[in-house]
């Protein structure tokens, strides 16, 4: 998507370590008209596939969900990354290892949002190794849901997630793949 | 706003010690199209002021905040709860004690989001004892952002967090406001 890729070239900031910063208008400040523009792709691409449930999970994930959910006229869920006492017993729940924080939490959906007459759309951020999407996708299986295909503003087609899925047989529609990106000068490349 | 009252007396739910579980389409399945009338109502409550900057804390605000940023045309920036790799140093912080999970965090919001210039609209989907309001409220001051006013989903009137609020000045706008609720009868009662 053009829209989303030029935006990463000139708002986004390559760091050591494999680190895209996009926090100007993905995941800390929100550019909710460009998440619209995103919803608006998605749902062409998905215009075949009955979805009736847009899935992500928390933090960054839950505001380009409502737009996509909001595009689809369908409710969305956000699974919880730590059990609260807001929460009944009676939860899907799987442990995810973050990369980024460095830890294993447990991610949480409860039975009555997710079932076998869901058709799911899973939408996140970001995907890398794609250790938050397995955890979700377990849930879904666990649930019974179909899943109808996954949505991605970005992924890092240098890192294996991506392919890994795609091999597994699902629909991957990442809105921008960075090919490759380089903390000396900031360039950046993008797959298509 | 009779049409989120009718809700939470549709699809709350009263559990003991004080607790409201709207979680089928507040704050863990999201109906978007509730959040949107939200928007609305909020939007012509604050015509007259100049917002320019939506302000939330993760996770349960920030759906309802990207639909608020939708309707004013601004952008949202959602508070993070624990320092991430992907933030630089350079960061409002402030200590948040949360009742609900029984321990304290820190939150942050990077100082390239939140300025002088910026006239805010904070939104949270619940109010009770008001200490992550506190927080955010800090973190504001701390920018010289204006707070131009607050807005509640739910307050939890029995709680001391709007009525402190509003005693200093701040411009409360919960668009529901829980008087009483019986977790024996699950009679719920607002307050006009």
Chains 1, 2 share one sequence.
Not at 3 to 21: A, M
Not at 40 to 55: G, P, T
Not at 165 to 183: C, F, H, K, N, Q
Request: aromatic residues 8%; proline residues 3%; charged residues 25%.
């Amino acid at each position: 998507m053009k829209e989303l890729e030029d935006r990463i070239i000139k708002d986004g900031t390559v760091k050591s370590g494999g680190v895209l910063k996009v926090d100007s208008f993905l995941n800390h400040q929100m550019d909710v008209a460009l998440f619209q523009d995103m919803a608006k792709q998605w749902h062409e691409d998905f215009a075949d596939a009955h979805i009736n449930k847009v899935l992500t999970i928390e933090a960054s994930g839950i505001g380009i969900a409502a737009a996509v959910a909001a595009e689809f006229g369908v409710p969305a869920v956000f699974a919880k990354k730590s059990q609260s006492i807001n929460l009944d017993g009676s939860v899907y729940t799987t442990p995810i290892k973050s990369f980024t924080h460095g830890r294993t939490y447990d991610v949480i959906v409860s039975k009555r949002y997710l079932g076998p007459d869901d058709h799911v759309l899973i939408i996140d951020d970001f995907l890398a190794n794609g250790a938050a999407m397995r955890g979700l996708l377990k849930i879904c299986a666990e649930a019974g849901a179909t899943v109808e295909g996954i949505g991605i503003a970005v992924e890092k087609g240098f890192q294996p997630g991506g392919r890994d899925l795609r091999a597994d047989g699902y629909t991957v529609d990442s809105l921008a793949i960075v090919e490759s990106m380089d903390p000396e000068t900031g360039e950046i490349t993008f797959r298509h």
